[in-house]
């Protein structure tokens, strides 16, 4: 290659270069009316976004290359900042940003009334303002034409909800109005927006019935009204609904029967009617329905036989008909449900066993059989065994006056839970249980067990909720107990969190439900109301991760040992009604969760700690104690002094005199001495030497004297 060509191809480099650097400027420069509403937005909040030039961190002329910007011909189109934990307060310049299609500003903290204009900007197509705190109504002025979703869930919108968006768009398909505080009755309107798939209106406080022109939408698959406050029948007509594929209704007051159309929603996948009124028998569409995955019926007032035909119903795998007044017995056809992993037919009336064709459900994972009326506990758990892939297991109040199986064949390899509460059972602990080593979760309270506490729940690796109060165990707490690892560290992997649907309950504060999961409860020792004895074993400091140590209704001995201080994360300590003696440790001070603390009812003495939590403990946490003193029982009287005696006391008094004699005495020699040496100029440097140094001596002694004149002076006061 020759100079000139050489010259050429660098020629040709250069302006490859500039135009590569003039489209990206072209792309990266954003138009100045949008940069003047990026800037007025960046102004309306409490702290800067990260990469963003007004932070000085890029240049504020290239706002397409900020973060969660995109743009198309240099107008700003997409501006994503969900979950950048921005706060402040939305003002209008957003809405300035005229060609936007995507705006996403969920989970920060923005707060205040959502500009007007917002609603009314003619090319958005995606809105999520979710997880804020906005306020205020929503309007009925909405004119977004291309929008195709909106979510507004999660804030502090109040008054009814406006459809004046169905009559602008021909686009929307999501419309999210979850977590707010709308009232009033479900909004006539809706049946406008003929593209609509998803309707989430969950935890508000809006009532009455479905309107007829919601039952039009013939593409919605997703209708969601839970936590609200609707009643009355359930109409037929949401069987013409046919594209439904999740239908939720649950926590409200709907009545009546089950409308029996549920053949016609052919692609429901997810019915949900917990906590209603419905009564009457399950409809024959819907127990021959081969599309359900998920059935919620829970807290109703359904009765008659279950009468699933799960030869039709092929895709079942969560089924929850707790708290109805269905009867037995026991439905033997869910056996053939082969992919059900989730049974709850708590508190019905089965009055059976449970059948030997269980030992088919190979999915099988979670079982709640709660005051059901079983019998036959050898039987149920010799069944259970064979389901391999049985996690948690609750047959609470059933088995009455039974014993519990002592089989050493008996095996549940993969249990993380277990509740067999309430059963009144018989027998020992059974040592099977040791061979369970997931068990995460052991109730076995409120039974009539007895024997001791085996030495083998120190080795269970992931065990943090042992709960084995109100039995009839005796002998010591065993020192092996200090071994437990979940309590020392509570390592469990979130592989190993496992589901326990056992409680669905509402969150308040949140407008929402919340879920119960097993790692969900407090990491507890509860021994109660038992016959133990011996003493505590100081070792239980090693468990940083307890927090509920309840040990009351024994008969403990011994003192309580200052090594349980060690326990960091505790939260309440019970130790009332037992045998202990001593002090309280002054060393429970550290304890700073300490919420509740009771030892009532022992033979405790001395003074009872003071100070942080301790002022919040009520005085009936140290009743029943009558050698405890303290600001929460009987005060502490001051020590008594020995008196003084005549001798002494003479001693003392002549002591003090010469002190203050010859102090007085001292200093007028020294001042009639030195006032002659002043006129010798020669002799007033050491004159003043002599001084100090007299000083000093005179201090040191008088100091002595002068605190044992104080201590004769207090005696004498007393």
């Given at each position: 290659?020759?100079?000139?060509?050489?010259?050429?191809?660098?020629?040709?480099?250069?302006?490859?270069?500039?135009a590569?650097v003039?489209?990206?400027?072209?792309?990266?420069?954003?138009n100045?009316?949008?940069?003047?509403?990026?800037?007025?937005?960046?102004?309306?909040?409490?702290?800067?976004?990260?990469?963003?030039?007004?932070?000085?961190?890029?240049?504020?002329?290239?706002?397409?290359?900020?973060?969660?910007?995109?743009?198309?011909?240099?107008?700003?189109?997409?501006?994503?900042?969900g979950?950048?934990?921005?706060?402040?307060?939305?003002?209008?310049?957003?809405?300035?940003?005229?060609?936007?299609?995507?705006?996403?500003?969920?989970?920060?903290?923005?707060?205040?009334?959502?500009?007007?204009?917002?609603?009314?900007?003619?090319?958005?197509?995606?809105?999520?303002?979710?997880?804020?705190?906005?306020?205020?109504?929503?309007?009925?002025?909405?004119?977004?034409?291309?929008?195709?979703?909106?979510?507004?869930?999660?804030?502090?919108?109040?008054?009814?909800?406006?459809?004046?968006?169905?009559?602008?768009?021909?686009?929307?398909?999501?419309?999210?109005?979850?977590?707010?505080?709308?009232?009033?009755?479900?909004?006539?309107?809706?049946?406008n927006?003929?593209?609509?798939?998803?309707?989430?209106?969950?935890?508000?406080?809006?009532?009455?019935?479905?309107?007829?022109?919601?039952?039009?939408?013939?593409?919605?698959?997703?209708?969601d009204?839970?936590?609200?406050?609707?009643?009355?029948?359930?109409?037929?007509?949401?069987?013409?609904?046919?594209?439904?594929?999740?239908?939720?209704?649950?926590?409200?007051?709907?009545?009546?029967?089950?409308?029996?159309?549920?053949?016609?929603?052919?692609?429901?996948?997810?019915?949900?009617?917990?906590?209603?009124?419905?009564?009457?028998?399950?409809?024959?569409?819907?127990?021959?329905?081969?599309?359900?995955?998920?059935?919620?019926?829970?807290?109703?007032?359904?009765?008659?036989?279950?009468?699933?035909?799960?030869?039709?119903?092929v895709?079942?795998?969560?089924?929850?008909?707790?708290?109805?007044?269905?009867?037995?017995?026991?439905?033997?056809?869910?056996?053939?449900?082969?992919?059900?992993?989730?049974?709850?037919?708590?508190?019905?009336?089965?009055?059976?066993?449970?059948?030997?064709?269980?030992?088919?459900?190979?999915?099988?994972?979670y079982?709640?059989?709660?005051?059901?009326?079983?019998?036959?506990?050898?039987?149920?758990?010799?069944?259970?065994?064979?389901?391999?892939?049985?996690?948690?297991?609750?047959?609470?109040?059933?088995?009455?006056?039974?014993?519990?199986?002592?089989?050493?064949?008996?095996?549940?390899?993969?249990?993380?839970?277990?509740?067999?509460?309430?059963?009144?059972?018989?027998?020992?602990?059974?040592?099977?249980?040791?061979?369970?080593?997931?068990?995460?979760?052991?109730?076995l309270?409120?039974n009539?067990?007895?024997?001791?506490?085996?030495?083998?729940?120190?080795?269970?690796?992931?065990?943090?909720?042992?709960?084995?109060?109100?039995?009839?165990?005796?002998?010591?707490?065993?020192?092996s107990?200090?071994?437990?690892?979940?309590?020392?560290?509570?390592?469990?992997?979130?592989?190993?969190?496992?589901?326990?649907?056992?409680?669905?309950?509402?969150?308040?504060?949140?407008?929402?439900?919340?879920?119960?999961?097993?790692?969900?409860?407090?990491?507890?020792?509860?021994?109660?109301?038992?016959?133990?004895?011996?003493?505590?074993?100081?070792?239980?400091?090693?468990?940083?991760?307890?927090?509920?140590?309840?040990?009351?209704?024994?008969?403990?001995?011994?003192?309580?040992?200052?090594e349980?201080?060690?326990?960091?994360?505790?939260e309440?300590?019970?130790?009332?009604?037992?045998?202990?003696?001593?002090?309280?440790?002054?060393?429970?001070?550290?304890?700073?969760?300490?919420?509740?603390?009771?030892?009532?009812?022992?033979?405790?003495?001395?003074?009872?700690?003071?100070?942080?939590?301790?002022?919040?403990?009520?005085?009936?946490?140290?009743?029943?104690?009558?050698?405890?003193?303290?600001?929460?029982?009987?005060?502490?009287?001051?020590?008594?002094?020995?008196?003084?005696?005549?001798?002494?006391?003479?001693?003392?008094?002549?002591?003090?005199?010469?002190?203050?004699?010859?102090?007085?005495?001292?200093?007028?020699?020294?001042?009639?001495?030195?006032?002659?040496?002043?006129?010798?100029?020669?002799?007033r440097?050491?004159?003043?030497?002599?001084?100090?140094?007299?000083?000093?001596?005179?201090?040191?002694?008088?100091?002595?004297?002068?605190?044992?004149?104080?201590?004769?002076?207090?005696?004498?006061?007393?």
């Amino acid at each position: 290659m020759g100079v000139g060509d050489l010259f050429i191809l660098l020629i040709f480099w250069g302006f490859c270069l500039q135009a590569h650097v003039a489209i990206s400027q072209k792309n990266d420069t954003c138009n100045s009316n949008d940069l003047r509403a990026l800037e007025g937005f960046m102004g309306s909040l409490d702290s800067g976004i990260e990469g963003w030039g007004f932070d000085n961190t890029s240049s504020s002329s290239l706002c397409c290359s900020w973060v969660g910007i995109a743009c198309e011909s240099s107008r700003v189109v997409e501006l994503n900042l969900g979950k950048k934990r921005l706060n402040g307060v939305l003002n209008e310049s957003i809405a300035d940003l005229d060609q936007l299609r995507f705006l996403n500003l969920s989970q920060n903290s923005l707060i205040g009334q959502v500009p007007m204009k917002l609603f009314q900007m003619k090319k958005l197509e995606t809105l999520d303002l979710s997880y804020n705190d906005f306020l205020g109504v929503m309007t009925q002025e909405i004119d977004l034409p291309s929008i195709g979703f909106l979510d507004l869930s999660e804030n502090s919108f109040a008054g009814t909800i406006g459809t004046g968006i169905c009559l602008n768009s021909s686009r929307i398909q999501v419309l999210n109005f979850s977590m707010n505080y709308f009232t009033g009755t479900f909004p006539v309107g809706f049946g406008n927006c003929t593209t609509l798939k998803h309707l989430v209106l969950h935890s508000n406080s809006l009532s009455g019935n479905f309107p007829d022109d919601l039952f039009s939408l013939r593409n919605l698959n997703r209708l969601d009204v839970q936590f609200n406050q609707f009643s009355g029948l359930l109409s037929d007509r949401i069987g013409n609904l046919s594209n439904l594929v999740e239908l939720d209704i649950s926590f409200n007051g709907f009545n009546g029967a089950l409308p029996n159309v549920m053949g016609n929603l052919q692609k429901l996948e997810f019915l949900s009617t917990d906590s209603n009124q419905f009564n009457g028998t399950l409809p024959t569409s819907l127990s021959n329905s081969p599309s359900i995955k998920v059935l919620n019926l829970r807290n109703n007032s359904l009765s008659g036989p279950i009468n699933l035909n799960c030869t039709s119903m092929v895709l079942l795998n969560t089924l929850n008909l707790g708290s109805n007044q269905f009867h037995g017995p026991f439905p033997d056809s869910l056996s053939s449900c082969q992919k059900l992993r989730s049974i709850n037919l708590a508190r019905n009336n089965l009055n059976s066993q449970i059948p030997e064709s269980f030992k088919n459900l190979q999915y099988f994972s979670y079982l709640s059989l709660t005051n059901t009326s079983l019998h036959n506990i050898s039987s149920a758990l010799g069944v259970l065994q064979h389901c391999r892939s049985l996690s948690i297991v609750v047959l609470t109040g059933n088995f009455y006056d039974e014993e519990m199986p002592s089989d050493a064949k008996l095996k549940f390899e993969n249990l993380t839970a277990l509740v067999i509460a309430n059963c009144r059972l018989t027998g020992l602990i059974p040592q099977w249980l040791s061979g369970s080593t997931k068990l995460q979760l052991l109730d076995l309270s409120w039974n009539h067990l007895s024997g001791t506490i085996p030495d083998w729940f120190g080795g269970m690796k992931f065990l943090f909720y042992l709960d084995i109060s109100n039995n009839s165990l005796s002998g010591e707490i065993p020192k092996s107990l200090s071994k437990m690892e979940s309590l020392i560290s509570r390592n469990i992997s979130f592989d190993e969190a496992t589901e326990f649907p056992f409680f669905i309950k509402r969150n308040q504060s949140a407008r929402g439900m919340q879920y119960n999961q097993i790692l969900s409860f407090p990491p507890s020792l509860d021994f109660s109301d038992n016959m133990l004895t011996g003493q505590i074993p100081p070792d239980l400091g090693d468990l940083k991760q307890l927090h509920r140590l309840d040990l009351k209704q024994n008969s403990i001995s011994g003192s309580i040992p200052s090594e349980l201080s060690g326990m960091k994360s505790l939260e309440i300590l019970e130790l009332s009604r037992n045998n202990l003696s001593g002090v309280i440790p002054p060393s429970l001070n550290n304890l700073s969760f300490l919420s509740k603390f009771d030892v009532s009812y022992n033979n405790l003495s001395g003074k009872i700690p003071q100070g942080g939590q301790w002022s919040t403990f009520p005085n009936t946490s140290f009743e029943g104690n009558k050698d405890l003193c303290g600001d929460y029982s009987n005060p502490c009287s001051r020590p008594e002094r020995i008196p003084l005696s005549p001798t002494k006391t003479r001693k003392n008094t002549i002591e003090v005199g010469m002190v203050l004699s010859i102090g007085a005495g001292f200093a007028v020699g020294i001042f009639v001495f030195g006032y002659t040496l002043l006129f010798k100029e020669s002799w007033r440097y050491a004159y003043f030497v002599f001084i100090e140094k007299m000083h000093r001596g005179i201090s040191m002694f008088l100091k002595v004297k002068m605190a044992k004149a104080k201590e004769y002076f207090r005696d004498k006061a007393r």
